[in-house]
Each structure stands twice: as C-alpha cells, then as structure tokens.
C-alpha cells in the first residue's frame, strides 16, 4: 500500500479502547471523508445478521455518507432490539462529533457473537477516534489495523487509475482469518476513492468486484453473521462523474484491488500454511466450474493433505466427482502445482517425492482440474487446514 | 454383537493377507452364505467410483448371491479398466474355491486411491479365506475385523426378530472411520439375514434403512468413492417370504440395527472426542430440516467448538442461518444438552460453566434446534474436530 494510493478528501483513524484484552491491539476504526461521499454495500447473505449489516443494508446504496465507524472484539450479533439500539448509537456519537447527521454514517462490528455491545467503551473511543483523524498513510493504517481480530498481519490493497479527468486513487482495508473466528467473526472490507460515480455505478462496480473477489474465497466455508464490504467514493478527484471508458477502468481496478486484498485472508487463514489456488477450466457452465472449485475448497481431506504436503489427489479427484456436477470422468486431467497426476480414468505415473517437494516450497498451490464439458472457468482461494486451526478454535471462551 | 443374532446358513472368516503393513492388521473378509441368497445394494453417489461399485451395482438387486468378498489397505479406486479386472478376479478366485459361478460373488475395497491391487497378495488371501471359514460368533468378528481401515474399532451390531414363521437373526459390521481416511478410505457395511425375503423387499428394506442410518451420518462430508452397504437374506430361517406385519417388523429392526452401527462411524471418527447429535425440529419440511442439521454438523467452527466443550452457541445459530433455508429467526430456539442459550433473536442468560462441564462430561453432544416453521423434523450424527484429525490426515503417504 503506497501512499499515492490514498485518496483525496480522505482521513482515518484507529486505536485500542478496550474491546479487546490486549492493549497493544487497536480495536476502534474510524475512516471520514471530508465531504457527502457516493456509497454502496455488499452483505453477508446469512438469515441471522448482526445489527450494524441491519443498519448499513438501510443506508446503502447513497450519496451522502461520510463515516464508517468499525469495532472488532465484539460483533453486536444475535443481540436483538439493545443490539441495534448500540448501532445506531455508534453512529450517532460519531456524526455528533462530526456535526453531521447519523445516517451518514454506516457501521461495521466483528468479534464475540451474543454479548451486548460494552457502550461505555465506545461512548469515549468516538471522541478519540475523531480526534485524531489524520490524511497520512499512518492514520490509515492505524485505520487498517483497528478492524482486525484474530488476523496474523493487516491487510491492505491500494491502486491509481488514469482517467479523461484526471487520476484516481483507490485505498482498501479489509480483516478476516476465519469467516468466523475463534470468539471473533466476519470478514469485512472498506473500500476508499476519490473517484466520482453515480450511486448506480458505485453498487454495480462494487458487486461485481466482490464477486469476482472475497465471493471466491473462504477459509472454512463458515458465512459469517457479519461480512460487510462498503465502497464510499467522494468525487474529490473528477469534476463530474465518470462514464464510458473512464467507469470501466476504474471498475477493472477497483475489481484488482479487492482481489489483490481478498487472497490475503485465506493466505492468513487461521493457522494456515499454504494458500490453496483452485482453478476448475472447461466446464459447462461457471456455475459447474464453482461448484467443483468449492468442493474441493471446502474438504476438509484435501486441506490436511495440502497442509501435509501430500500429492493425495484421490482425495481431489474424489472431491471433484460428488460436487453434484454431471461430466465425464474420462476427460478428467487433474494437475498439483502444474504437473499431471491424474488422466483418463488412471493414475499417472508421477515423482511423489517431487511434487511433495514443490508443494512444501509454495506458499500457494495450484489445484487445476480441466474438464472436457465446455469452455467455462472459475477460481477460487482457500486455506489449508492445520492443528494451529483447530487448537486456535477449540480454546474455551465463555 | 451376540451369538444368538448370527443369523443361520452363513459362515465368515477374516484375516492379514499383507495388503496393510501391520502384520497384526486383518485386511482381507468373506461372509459366505451356503445357499442361493438375496441381496441388495446401496452405493456411493460419487461420479468417481471405485472397481467393485460398478461390479456390485451390475450384481444387485438379485437372488443367488453366495459370498461377499472385501479388502481393506486399497480401495481399487481411479484404477481404469484393470481395476475392473482385478475386482471380476477377486470374485473369480472365490468363486471357483467355492465351486460357485463368479456372478455370485459381491466385492467390496477399501483402502489408498490409485494403485492397483496386489493380486499376488489376493490370489493366496481367498485360499486362505476359503479355508478358514467357520459360523460362530468367533469368525464373525474376524470377518468384522478384516474390513477395517482407520478404525479404533470393530463396528458390528445384532438383532434378533420374532415373525409368524419363526425367529430371524440379523448381523451387521461396518467400516468407517472418515469418510475418507488418510490414506484409506470409505464406508463400508455388511448385512447378513436369514429372513426370507423377495428380491424387492430386500432392496426396499435396505434403502429406507439405509436413509435413516448411513446416510445421517458424517465424520467430514467428503463422500468417499467406495461408499458401499450390501444385504445378504438367505431365507434359512422362513419356509416363505415374509409378508405383511412379519416384513414391517423385519424392516423395522434392520433399520434399528444400521442405526446402531452407523452412530458408531462418527463415534469412532478420526481423532474424535465426542459424537455431535443434530437434531432439527419444527421446519417446513424434512428437507429443510436435514439441510440445516447437515450444515450445522458439517461447520468446522461448530465441530472445534464441540471439541473444545465451549457452548459457542453462536457458531452454532449462525450455520443454521446460512443453510439456504428460510426461516423466522425469532422464532428459533437453540439447546445444547438439553440447556436454553439462544431464543427469540436474542442470548439466554446461561451458565457456561455448567453448560462446558456437561460438554465436557459426554461422550454425545446433543445439539436441539426449534424452528416454529412446521412439524417437520430431521436427526444427524457427525463427530467433533480435533488436532489428531488433523494430523492423521496431513501425514505424508505417497
């Protein structure tokens, strides 16, 4: 993340107030633009939502925000009528210190489901917060910081795009290591430009570089009460707001830097070691090509094994046939980190030591099943599975 | 398992042939019927399939089967056209030590994907098998033994049914352990009878038991390539066909025993402490029931949690949101061991304490969710996760 990258008309904040334990771990986060900013929203698609989804699903898409207040430790979920009530409590501290309405600002929380929200913590952390809103890549990386729970590092993705008025600076923050994490929860992403868009142009832009992003990732397939992504773009950067070839460059970026941030999680998976990079190529259909690439992302055999460093591919192979997805098994190649394990129905011969080699060396493997159904692709990034995991979700927390 | 359930006209042997390292290790069964039986067959829905599904499928339902013969350590899985061969041998070698036609024999393997059998080990196995044969409760579990993989232990289940035409035995083993183990794999189950039953009422007692039993249960839902449940009835016991009330309660107690046998595959799951019971009540339809039990007991969040004795209900609450069924979320109610945590959208003040030392103290955790959608209900076994799973299943093989 360069600071080049940070847009115009911006500031952030982020600090300790005391939602989590350890002092030494920001968990309050501010980000201000400095005038009404075009926003959209893409949610988690669980029944049961925290109150701050509730809250920001009825402020987006919009033209005239100005705040995301985000808290992690707690995630104000499960947590009935008091739980919005806190939400638009955060909201409204916030926006009274800004001297700007409530409904300007939208709210994002991650942590412990079911506990209230400890309001006599935040109630101070908002003055804070805005106290000490910066425009520097500092503060926005204070800002990054503070969104994160049970995450190994920050996650953090910026870019520049030139269009026909002028340059445009796209910054993004996003936290996840679990979908839910040990008392933790949620992915969640903030996405900053100083790009003018139509508020129509903002919510396609952003729906569809989430799924081409974070809705192709996963570390333990778990959809959290939580994940949020917001986009606020304040026009600083352009007189009017962008079309044609200008919206679609723009859009290109902002689709790289989600995907740029998005392979950050499950590369910080709770306790994982490799990045598992899972490439399903001719079939049917996309929907086909996903739904093999989840099934294979989502066994728990073929996350062991690639955490073992093991070219198990019966376990892939095997994944692959009960997806649901109608092919031939016959035209099935299956390739570990670009080598041929897999053909015709048989083995094929391999260097096992080899290729356990190649995978121990990665940070990333490369799963490729090619099909012989049609000319439709997917990709998907997951996690692999280790006893680091499981001893991180197992510890007692109540 | 007791002596007097082993049903009449069957003999069974068991022993190590060499296809497992361990010496100690049984790897090779027979369950030899002496006349002309019945049998039915239910089978693996994967694409991928293992040799001796195709034999067994092309085999059942039908009326003069003699003898099933099964290997553990290979599961003659991804093995093309040889693999075919090598499971029609094994059948073939039975079959002419028997003096009975190769047709009559069924197959079942289980064990690493993608290497082909070692007929040279398997030829002396059926002479030695052949040889061994006997009818008590000795050689029962011997057979009992020879199909198990990963498992702690022997997995068999007895009844005995009192019908118009006299009593029926029934006797059943298992495998299973994960659905695919490390390097092993697959469930496997035997059924022996000496009811007398039609060809269809065989299949159609099978199937309905089998949809109550194996199929409610997971260790991580990876469905294996080799998945098979075979019934033998050799009709010793009735001079007729059973009808009316004496098959209902035939079906009835074939059902109760697969349901014994199949709590014990996730009893016995790799590396699990408790076996996780699901149960569902008050949804729309059975359908939306299962999906929700199957989505909670396949969240490895709710299955560390699990592991872990932590009453972490909101894992629990927020897999039942996201299982794509829709439901009112203040009308759920969530119980662990019988103890309220979660209802009407909101936390129930609770002792966790109490809560964990009653996790803590079971070998079964039940898990209950009240929707207020219906009448409908579903139940399913799954075991928890623990690091041992993990480390069973990321040991380097090839």
């Known amino acids: 993340m360069k600071e080049e990258c940070l847009p115009q008309g911006f500031?952030?904040?982020?600090?300790?107030?005391?939602?989590?334990?350890?002092?030494?771990?920001?968990?309050?986060s501010l980000i201000v633009s400095d005038r009404d900013a075009v926003v959209a929203g893409v949610y988690t698609q669980n029944l049961i939502c925290a109150a701050p989804v509730n809250l920001c699903r009825s402020r987006t898409p919009g033209t005239q925000a100005r705040a995301i207040v985000t808290n992690s430790g707690n995630a104000n979920a499960c947590t009935g009528s008091r739980g919005i009530q806190d939400a638009q409590q955060m909201a409204a501290d916030v926006a009274a210190l800004l001297g700007i309405e409530a409904e300007q600002v939208l709210v994002m929380s991650t942590g412990i489901i079911g506990e209230f929200l400890p309001m006599e913590k935040l109630i101070p952390a908002s003055a804070e917060g805005v106290g000490s809103l910066a425009s520097g890549l500092e503060a926005f990386l204070d800002s990054a910081n503070g969104i994160l729970t049970t995450d190994q590092g920050r996650k953090t993705a910026g870019s520049i795009v030139e269009t026909s008025q002028g340059i445009v600076r796209i910054a993004a923050m996003a936290k996840g290591a679990g979908m839910i994490g040990p008392n933790m929860a949620t992915m969640l992403a903030a996405v900053t430009t100083d790009a003018n868009l139509s508020q129509e142009s903002a919510q396609q832009i952003?729906?569809?570089?989430?799924?081409?992003?974070?809705?192709?990732?996963?570390?333990?397939?778990?959809?959290?009460?939580?994940?949020?992504?917001?986009?606020?773009a304040n026009g600083v950067a352009n007189s009017l707001p962008l079309t044609g070839d200008d919206l679609d460059k723009v859009s290109a970026e902002v689709e790289k830097t989600l995907i740029q941030l998005a392979k950050q999680i499950p590369a910080d998976g709770e306790g994982a070691t490799h990045l598992i990079d899972i490439l399903v190529q001719g079939a049917a259909s996309k929907a086909d090509a996903k739904q093999i690439a989840e099934t294979i992302g989502s066994s728990n055999l073929v996350k062991t094994c690639i955490a073992g460093n093991d070219p198990n591919w019966g376990r892939i192979a095997s994944a692959a046939g009960y997806a649901g997805v109608q092919f031939n098994v016959q035209g099935l190649k299956l390739r570990l980190n670009g080598m041929l394990l897999f053909e015709g129905g048989e083995p094929c011969p391999f260097d096992a030591e080899k290729v356990s080699k190649s995978m121990a060396e990665s940070e990333s493997v490369l799963i490729e099943i090619e099909l012989d159904e049609g000319a439709e692709e997917a990709r998907i990034w997951t996690s692999d599975l280790t006893t680091a995991y499981v001893v991180f979700n197992s510890d007692y927390h109540t």
Chains 1, 2 share one sequence.
């Open 11 to 28: 500031s952030w904040s982020g600090h300790h107030c005391g939602l989590k334990s350890d002092s030494n771990s920001p968990d309050y």
């Open 206 to 232: 952003l729906k569809r570089a989430v799924d081409k992003s974070f809705n192709c990732i996963s570390v333990e397939g778990h959809t959290s009460t939580n994940d949020t992504v917001l986009l606020l």
